[in-house]
């Protein structure tokens, strides 16, 4: 069964510092991996996504991704957030019957 | 502009009421979902729909109906069956359906808040 895993629930981070959220996925073939933010009450937004190919993904609003398959994750990371960057995170994968989502990370992001 | 849209944005029902959320979709998507988010446990698929007047069940159905008559609307029907209906409702749509719809990159409307009193 496929799942996924976003082992840190909450991460406060300092503007201006780097962020990298991890995520780890169980899928049996080759996986469509995605990230998605969302901020308070509002939908999902697509921040980048894997299919195949380079290993690192670039995305929009400054963050990137790195698929390694020996280790089944998909960590998401920004060299420099922003106080704007303060929202939910949700790694997603993409399989035959669903698109199964984390519990999300929450970032805050302290002046 | 393209996008999907979901009304109202927030909706109070009556314990034994049946409540119906709107999705409307104009980017041409063949397929469409409806999920429900509850704090802390991300999204679980309540139904979801390839092709106009078919539709399958996610992994939690129950209590909940939904119809596609038009390829561009998928309204979702809370029941009285739904013991505990209180949570934040998404909709998505995404470009393919059949084998590739969980590969494809899905578009989220700005969701329904539901609340029962």
């Known amino acids: 069964a496929q799942s996924v895993t976003q082992p840190d629930i909450h991460i406060t981070v300092s503007e201006g510092a780097s962020l990298e959220l991890r995520c780890n996925y169980s899928?049996?073939?080759?996986?469509?991996l995605f990230w998605y933010v969302q901020s308070p009450g509002q939908g999902l937004q697509l921040l980048l996504k894997?299919?195949?190919?380079?290993?690192l993904v670039q995305g929009i609003k400054g963050f990137e991704a790195e698929f390694k398959r020996s280790q089944s994750s998909f960590n998401l990371r920004k060299p420099s957030v922003h106080w704007s960057d303060a929202a939910e995170y949700f790694c997603?994968?993409?399989?035959?019957?669903?698109?199964?989502f984390g519990a999300g990370t929450t970032v805050t992001v302290r002046a | 502009d393209g996008g999907i849209t979901q009304s109202p944005k927030y909706l109070f029902r009556k314990e034994g009421q049946n409540v119906t959320l709107s999705c409307e979709q104009n980017?041409?998507?063949?397929?469409m979902y409806w999920y429900r988010q509850d704090p802390g446990q991300g999204l679980r698929l309540i139904y979801y729909?390839?092709?106009?007047?078919?539709?399958q069940k996610g992994d939690i159905a129950e209590g909940y109906s939904v119809s596609r008559e038009k390829k561009e609307s998928f309204p979702l029907t809370v029941t009285s069956a739904q013991k505990n209906p209180t949570a934040f409702y998404l909709c998505?749509?995404?470009?393919?359906?059949?084998?590739?719809?969980?590969?494809?990159?899905?578009?989220f409307g700005p969701g329904t808040r539901l609340t029962v009193l």
């Open positions: 729909s390839q092709i106009v007047n078919d539709f």
């Open positions: 997603a994968v993409g399989g035959d019957y669903k698109l199964s």
């Open positions: 980017l041409n998507h063949d397929a």
């Open positions: 899928y049996g073939a080759t996986p469509y």
């Open positions: 894997y299919f195949s190919g380079d290993t």
């Open positions: 998505a749509s995404s470009m393919r359906s059949g084998g590739g719809a969980f590969t494809d990159t899905q578009y």
